[in-house]
């Protein structure tokens, strides 16, 4: 069983100050408030996390607005119908960052949006996804779009507003280091135990999701 979340708060206090953590605690969107977001803005926060992997957040935010021009806004039906040759002028503009398979990621994804109009939208399945199968969440996320594996779905949920926790490098050394695991969160069964410990700290603490993972990755960093 996981350890009280009482004594991981105290150690990230310890570490920050109450006010100091409080002020850094994010809070999520209510599912009124997911299922009313435009479709545009869920494709444009999940192109802006896809293109801020493995680079610099503030360089890929920098250059945000002219992405959000380049692809009219976002809106799904529009991206949806990029050409190839629109795509390789794309490459080609220096205001951009020109990585072919992300920004052939952006048609597809917007493709995938507009399939799930047939479920209600994408808002409505986003909000209405139980967090209690959070990491379920993250994996039919990668499954049905395109460059949102790894820590890129939970990363992406917490951009929208979706409570999730995200399992950083120092979330995953926290976990350790408070015997949650014993090593990487890969397999089945770690991540079933990482979920568990979460679910477990939320209804004792009340907490969202978002604001344990934030507190627990402040506990050792």
Not at 40 to 54: E, H, K, N, T
Not at 147 to 154: C, E, H, I, K, M
């Amino acid at each position: 069983m996981a350890i009280g979340f009482a004594e991981i708060e105290e150690a990230a206090v310890a570490r920050h100050g109450r006010a100091a953590l409080e002020a850094r605690l994010v809070v999520p969107r209510s599912a009124e408030a997911l299922r009313a977001l435009p479709e545009d803005r869920y494709l444009s926060a999940m192109s802006q996390r896809i293109f801020r992997a493995g680079l610099a957040h503030d360089l890929v935010d920098r250059k945000w607005p002219a992405f959000e021009e380049a692809f009219a806004g976002f809106e799904p039906e529009l991206c949806a119908r990029l050409a190839d040759e629109r795509i390789e002028e794309l490459l080609a503009d220096r205001r951009l960052i020109r990585n072919l398979p992300k920004l052939r990621a952006v048609r597809a994804n917007a493709r995938a949006i507009l399939e799930l109009r047939a479920e209600g939208g994408v808002g409505p399945w986003i909000a209405g996804w139980p967090g209690r199968e959070i990491v379920a969440l993250w994996d039919e996320l990668a499954r049905r779009f395109q460059q949102l594996g790894g820590n890129s779905a939970p990363h992406f949920l917490r951009m929208v507003g979706k409570d999730t926790f995200i399992p950083t490098d120092s979330v995953v050394r926290a976990l350790r280091h408070w015997g949650v695991l014993e090593g990487e969160p890969k397999t089945k069964p770690a991540r079933a135990a990482m979920q568990a410990a979460f679910l477990g700290w939320s209804a004792e603490t009340g907490r969202p999701l978002c604001q344990l993972s934030q507190i627990l990755a402040m506990s050792v960093d």
